[in-house]
C-alpha cells in the first residue's frame, strides 16, 4: 500500500538556522497538508496546499513558515529562522481529490525537529 | 470555532479487557469524524471515519465507533484488547466551515499489559 514518506526522520539545529523538512505524498494525492505535534500538546494543523498553492493556513504558519512543491514528487516545508518552540514532530499528510468517500487523509511518519 | 475533546490522557489494562475511549466535539454542523492511532515508532493510521448514515462504524483491526449527535460524541470501543492494541489514539473531526483541516484532540496513550 503506498505511503506518505518524511525525510529526515530527526533534525536538530542551532535556533536561528533555517530547516527543510521534506514529504513525498502519496503519487495520485492532490491535497498536501503539514501538521505539527509540540511534545505533550495536540496535534495542530499548519498548511494545507492545493493546485500549487496554499488554500488554507493557521495562526501558527506566519512568515517564518513557508510550503513548496518544488517538483512533481516533493512537499517541502522550510523554517527560515527556527525558534527554540519550533521543536516539535512536523507530520505531512495528502488526501486525493473526489468525492467524501476519499476524503481521508494520510499521514507520514513525522520529522521530529529539535532547535537547540 | 470547532473543538474536540478526549477525557482519558492515559488508560492502562489487561489483555481481554474492554476498550471505550471518549471524544465530544463541539460544533453545530455537519461533521466528519475520524480516529487515528499512532503505533510506537509509526505513523498516524486511519482506523475508522465516519460520514454519514449508519452511526456504528466498524474499523480495522476490531475497532468500532459510534456516532451519537445529540452528545456530540463518537466513543471508540473493542470489545477485547489486545497487547498489540498499545498505541496512543487521536480523535479527530473535520467541517465545513474549518475547510480542509482536521481538529485533534490530545490524544490517549493506551498500555495493554500482557
Known amino acids: 500500500e503506498p505511503e506518505v514518506t518524511q525525510t529526515p526522520s530527526h533534525q536538530v539545529t542551532q535556533m536561528g538556522q533555517e530547516v527543510i523538512l521534506r514529504c513525498v505524498p502519496i503519487?495520485?494525492?492532490?491535497?498536501f497538508y503539514w501538521y505539527r505535534q509540540i511534545l505533550g500538546q495536540k496535534v495542530e494543523f499548519l498548511v494545507s496546499?492545493?493546485?500549487?498553492?496554499?488554500?488554507?493556513k493557521s495562526e501558527i504558519f506566519d512568515d517564518q513558515f513557508s510550503v513548496e512543491r518544488p517538483d512533481g514528487s516533493n512537499f517541502t516545508l522550510k523554517i527560515r529562522s527556527t525558534k527554540l518552540e519550533d521543536s516539535a514532530m512536523y507530520f505531512c499528510?495528502?488526501?486525493?481529490?473526489?468525492?467524501?468517500?476519499?476524503?481521508?487523509?494520510?499521514f507520514g511518519p513525522g520529522t521530529r525537529l529539535t532547535v537547540l | 470555532a470547532q473543538s474536540v475533546s478526549q477525557h482519558n490522557h492515559h488508560v492502562i489494562l489487561s489483555e481481554a479487557a474492554s476498550l471505550e475511549l471518549g471524544c465530544n466535539y463541539s460544533?453545530?454542523?455537519?461533521?466528519?469524524l475520524f480516529w487515528y492511532v499512532q503505533y510506537p515508532g509509526q505513523h498516524l493510521q486511519l482506523l475508522l471515519k465516519?460520514?454519514?448514515?449508519?452511526?456504528l462504524v466498524k474499523g480495522i483491526k476490531g475497532f468500532e465507533a459510534e456516532f451519537i449527535k445529540s452528545k456530540f460524541s463518537f466513543n471508540l470501543r473493542k470489545p477485547s484488547v489486545q497487547w498489540s492494541d498499545t498505541a496512543e489514539y487521536f480523535c479527530?473531526?473535520?467541517?465545513?466551515?474549518?475547510?480542509?483541516?482536521?481538529?485533534f484532540g490530545g490524544g490517549t496513550r493506551v498500555l495493554v499489559k500482557p
Open positions: 499528510a495528502s488526501r486525493p481529490e473526489g468525492v467524501r468517500a476519499t476524503d481521508t487523509q494520510y
Open positions: 503519487s495520485n494525492h492532490l491535497y
Open positions: 496546499f492545493y493546485n500549487n498553492e496554499i488554500s488554507e
Open positions: 460544533y453545530g454542523g455537519t461533521v466528519n
Open positions: 465516519y460520514f454519514s448514515g449508519d452511526p
Open positions: 479527530a473531526v473535520k467541517t465545513k466551515a474549518a475547510g480542509n483541516k482536521l481538529t
